[in-house]
């Protein structure tokens, strides 16, 4: 699993520094799932976040860029869709139980990044990008930081959305 380090040494310092561990909990009970630990070590580091012009990031105890409210109105988007349309967009279904995908971030062209919920808690956790675009998703079988890690690389992780060109990072707090 990639570390936060090797995130930092491409992306630079973060500034957000979130401690306080109080949304997590809240959201994690209303979603029932517990959120893979790099996710949430990248998001408290960073806080809501645009990176490289491409990627957003936002952080359950921010007021404007809230991650609670990001993946709920995500969700409810995934759930108006008949499950036949869905299929054509997503391999499983969207939502936190186990085996469905979580919407945790989006791409400035149209991307939604989702985590696929492991069916057991200590199976691994996967990353979708599904590309509304073109309804095409892919599915990358590693952790979030992995697939963060690979996207400042330069690896083609983001359906159809180019790596970026310059790696930099602009707070959204």
Not at 136 to 163: N, Q
Request: net charge negative; charged share 25%.
């Amino acid at each position: 699993m990639a570390t936060l380090e090797e995130i930092k040494a491409l992306l630079g310092e973060p500034r957000f520094h979130w401690s306080d561990p109080a949304p997590w909990i809240q959201l994690e009970q209303e979603l029932g799932v517990s959120f893979p630990a790099d996710f949430r070590e990248i998001t408290d580091a960073y806080g809501p976040v645009l990176i490289s012009e491409k990627l957003y990031l936002d952080h359950p105890g921010h007021r404007f860029r809230n991650l609670g409210e990001s993946i709920k109105e995500s969700l409810e988007s995934w759930l108006d869709m008949e499950e036949e349309v869905l299929a054509e967009f997503l391999p499983s279904k969207a939502g936190s139980h186990p085996g469905e995908l979580l919407p945790i971030a989006r791409g400035t062209t149209a991307e939604e990044i989702l985590l696929r919920v492991p069916h057991e808690p200590s199976a691994p956790w996967a990353v979708v990008v599904q590309e509304m675009d073109s309804g095409e998703y892919e599915l990358y079988e590693m952790t979030f930081s992995d697939w963060l890690l690979a996207y400042l690389k330069g690896e083609d992780v983001m359906a159809g959305c180019a790596p970026p060109a310059r790696l930099f990072y602009e707070s959204l707090t």
